[in-house]
Every structure is written in C-alpha cells, then in structure tokens.
C-alpha cells in the first residue's frame, strides 16, 4: 500500500506542476511604493517649459 501511495502522490504532483505551468495566473506585475510615487507626479520639466527659457528685459 506505501509504493501505490507514494507513486500516486508523486503523479498528483507531477499533474499540479504541469497544471500550473500551463495556467499561469493572471496577477499585474508588482510595483514598488517608489515607482508608483514617480509616476503620480508629472515630469518637473513638462509642467512649466517658460520657467527654463530666460527671460527678455526690455
């Protein structure tokens, strides 16, 4: 009765591998707290392009 039991296990575990491997899931790509912070807030340069160029004096 073990050797029938151990060979099963070892397919059954075989079989949730290959389920597994073939079904990935569908979870998003993690995104660190920093990168999620960097892209909430627009460009320094984008928000203000009059700021850089100097300005005339007349």
Known sequence: MNR???INQILK???KKANAKA?????TKYISKAERE?????PADAQTPSATAPREQA
């Open 4 to 6: 029938k039991k151990k």
């Open 13 to 15: 575990k075989k079989l």
């Open 23 to 27: 079904n990935p899931g569908n979870k």
């Open 38 to 42: 960097a892209e909430a807030q627009p």
